[in-house]
């Protein structure tokens, strides 16, 4: 079963910095394409950044761009987002996303996936 465990969300001030995890198992993980999505409250999905399964790519939403970083273990199975110079809309529930699984898939405008975890929560307030 494929399974995503998202951590380290949390609140914290304009300015300041988090550092997102996902652990990841139930599947192939150096074959995985992983991405970052989030939802604010009342809006819809939107995606937030990507990386190849060798880590040689990543791409990012410009909202987020220059300020967000995705990285990926690929032998602890994990994927991290460093987060940085955070504004308050910023704000949202991070889910870690995989191309991996056996649903349909769902997407945010043309970024989709097969699973996603449970998500993790970051305020952004002062």
């Known amino acids: 079963e494929v399974q995503l465990v998202e951590s380290g969300g949390g609140s914290v001030q304009p300015g300041g910095s988090l550092r997102l995890s996902c652990a990841a198992s139930g599947f192939d993980f150096n074959m995985a394409f992983m991405s970052w999505f989030r939802q604010a409250p009342g809006k819809g999905l939107e995606w937030v950044s990507s990386?190849?399964?060798?880590?040689?790519?990543?791409n990012y939403a410009e909202s987020v761009k220059d300020r967000f970083r995705i990285s990926r273990d690929n032998t602890e199975n994990t994927v991290s987002l460093k987060m940085d110079s955070l504004k308050s809309e910023d704000s949202g529930l991070y889910y870690c996303a995989s191309d991996f699984g056996n649903t349909k898939p769902d997407c945010a405008g043309n970024r989709c996936y097969r699973t996603r975890g449970q998500g993790t929560q970051v305020t952004v307030s002062s």
């Open positions: 990386i190849t399964y060798g880590g040689r790519a990543e």
